[in-house]
Structure formats: C-alpha cells, structure tokens
C-alpha cells in the first residue's frame, strides 16, 4: 500500500530534426489533425497533471485513445521520463529511481507471459529475480492462485489458457510481488464483451482481497465507472474532471466529460437560460421548464444570468409527453428492457431511453411525438467556454 502524489507532471516528446521543419508548414497533414500542444521543445503529450492518490485508492484514469492516460502510467512506471514536475511514492520522490526499486508491478493489455515457461514459474519469476526463499515463493504463489482461481492451472502453458485465463496469470504474476502500487494498462481490452464483465467483476473481488493502490487506465467508460472509487477524466494531456463516477455523472464539469461519461451518450441541444429573480427557466423550441431550485441555488452562487446556453440531458432522462418538444422518430432499437428512439428534434440527432414497462405501442418511422423533461435533471453549459454553469463563478 502506498499514497502516490503527482505534482505538476509534464509529458514534453522533442522534435526529431525531421519534425522541427515540418511543424513549421503549416500544410503538414500531421500539424494539422494534432489536437496536442506543440511547443519550441516539443509536442506536450501530459500537461500540468496533479493528482493526490490515497492509499489502497482505485483510480482510473479515463478518456480517448491520444489522451495521454497510457503516458502517464509509464512515467509513473519509471518507463518514460518525466519531463517537469514531481512524483512522490510514499513522500519519496521518485524521478531518478530506476523502475525496479520503486516498489511497483504492472499488468499490460498483451499479458507479456512467457510461452515456454508454465504458469506457476510465469508466476513465480519475479519472485525469484528478488531471491525469495523458495518456500515462501511456493506459499505466495498459491495464495495467489487461490484468491485469481486459477490453481488448477498453475502446470499448463499459456497457450492452453483463454484470454480471461492468461490476464488472470498476468495479474497473479503481479500481485505475488506485493507491491506498492498495481499499475494497470488497459487490461481487458483484449477480451470478449463477455469476458471484460466477468473480468471487471474478479477485479472487483480482487481489490477487497489484497491490500494495494491501483491505478487504472482505460478508455472504456463502464470500466471506469464500475471499478474505481474515482476517476481521472483526460483530453489532450489535460486533466478535465477528477471525482467519483457518481459525481462524474450527475455533475460534468464541462461538454466534454458531459458526452464521454454516459451510455448513450448525453443529448445537447442550442437552448435559452432564463432568469426571473431567484428562479430560472430553460427555454427548448418554445418548451419553458423551469430549473430545480437545487440547481438554481448553484446558479445563483455561480451569478448566472439570462444567456444562450448547450442544453444537454441524458437519455434516460426525456420522456415521451403529451406535450413539449416537437421531435420525429428515424429509428427505434428494442434492447430488452429498454427501448431506444433515435428522434430529429429542430436539427438536432437525439437519443430517447424509454423503459419497456412504459411502452404501449410501437413507435414508426416518421411518427410525430413530443419530448419532455423535468427541471431537475438538466445541464446547462456556457455557449463561449463549454463550462458547467453551475460551478463557474
């Protein structure tokens, strides 16, 4: 167990000479599709990251492919220098320290197990490396088996394993070690649908039985909402929300971790904030609902005043009304317990979430209907800077 600090990291790639004289054409196909910052020392892959982890914390850190999570993980690893700030491993800076002493294991997406060795030497060789008494080496090993299920095959060979088998291996091989910190690079992302569940669930197990700090990357939002107790949400090497996934959810600090966190993704719509004294309205192609006082009060505080604003709100969360806001159904999915209307409504593309239970009839191609929503479950966002309107002061 150990608490992590991360104070002001930077992730700085220099130019090759190559690269210095193409970033200055500005026709460069490659300067024109990067969303990273380029500087005169390089392209800033990690910007600014601090982040304080508690010990025996879940975190992930969460978001595309490009954002820099992955980045991360390795300076924390000791397998990419950091280029500025600080890392602290239980208050000891950890900048110079070479990857094997800084009391860490990692378990890779490609489970890195070697084919010809079984799965108990797989296990055991780290252990080895550090000269444990053979007879502890033994006892380690199956209490780790015990606890990843996997002691009826601690004779085979990877080869005769599955892929949720062999990602089992590749964390017992880490766990034996009992390090500090469980660093995980997206883990499961080679499995199955199927697999990633059972495996998020032995994860889940898995951490109530050992007693580590983990820090997860993924680019898969239901993994980072099931598995850590928070999350790092990342976009171009920039943190852009760090909370619990309750808190993600119900309180996005921006557009962007609005639409990325949640499935489907959140709806956005151009609406109107209207405020009336102490009260607040939204106005949605001539709907006016008026805003939750719980959410008003943050208004309030925040000093937001009447604006044009992106309107966002979650599937789950309109309903099909007698009256509101007028939409056409382009197709609906029967997902079993749920049925999901794709809706143009003005201009916009919109997801409706109907549970089955409250479907009496099928809805068609072309059919008229009408949207509705409650004042409490609306996102307002700032038109100029993408911010949540409630926690802007």
Do not use: W
């Not at 909402?225 to 996934?245: A, C, H, K």
């Not at 919109?350 to 409490?376: A, Y």
Request: charged share 25%.
């Amino acid at each position: 167990m150990a608490t992590v600090q991360l104070k002001s990291i930077k992730k700085i790639y220099p130019y090759t000479e190559d690269k210095k004289k193409r970033k200055k054409d500005k026709g460069d196909p490659e300067h024109r599709v990067t969303h990273l910052e380029m500087t005169d020392k390089g392209v800033v892959a990690v910007q600014e990251f601090s982040l304080d982890i508690a010990d025996n914390e879940f975190i992930v850190l969460v978001g595309p492919s490009g954002c820099g999570k992955s980045t991360t993980l390795r300076m924390i690893a000791g397998l990419e220098e950091i280029s500025e700030g600080e890392l602290f491993i239980d208050n000891e800076l950890m900048n110079d320290i070479a990857p094997k002493d800084r009391d860490i294991a990692m378990v890779f997406q490609s489970y890195a197990l070697y084919p010809h060795m079984t799965v108990r030497e797989n296990m055991e060789f780290p252990l080895k490396l550090k000269k444990v008494p053979q007879a502890e080496i033994a006892k380690k090993v199956n209490e780790a088996a015990e606890i990843l299920g996997i002691t009826e095959y601690l004779d085979r060979k990877p080869k005769a394993l599955s892929g949720g088998q062999r990602q089992r291996v590749a964390i017992g091989r880490a766990i034996v070690r009992e390090p500090k910190v469980l660093l995980m690079d997206e883990p499961l992302s080679n499995l199955d649908a199927k697999l990633r569940n059972q495996m998020r669930a032995e994860l889940i197990k898995l951490r109530s039985r050992i007693s580590t700090t983990f820090i997860y990357v993924t680019h898969d939002q239901t993994e980072a909402m099931t598995l850590g107790d928070r999350i790092v949400i990342m976009q171009n090497g920039y943190i852009r929300q760090i909370g619990t996934p309750q808190d993600v959810f119900n309180h996005p600090a921006n557009l962007f971790v609005a639409g990325f966190i949640g499935s489907p993704q959140m709806n956005f719509f151009d609406a109107e904030l209207i405020r009336e004294g102490d009260d607040y309205f939204v106005n949605l192609e001539g709907t006016k609902v008026k805003v939750a006082e719980e959410k008003a009060g943050k208004l309030r505080r925040a000093g937001a005043e009447s604006q044009k604003i992106t309107l966002g709100i979650r599937p789950e969360h309109l309903e099909i009304a007698e009256a509101g806001v007028p939409a056409t159904v382009d197709v609906s999915e029967m997902m079993g317990s749920s049925v999901h209307l794709h809706v143009t409504a003005g201009d916009k593309d919109v997801i409706v979430v109907v549970p089955t239970i409250n479907v009496t009839k099928g809805f068609f191609r072309g059919e008229e209907v009408h949207l509705g929503f409650g004042g409490n479950v609306v996102h307002l966002f700032s038109k100029e800077t993408g911010d949540n309107l409630e926690t802007i002061s």
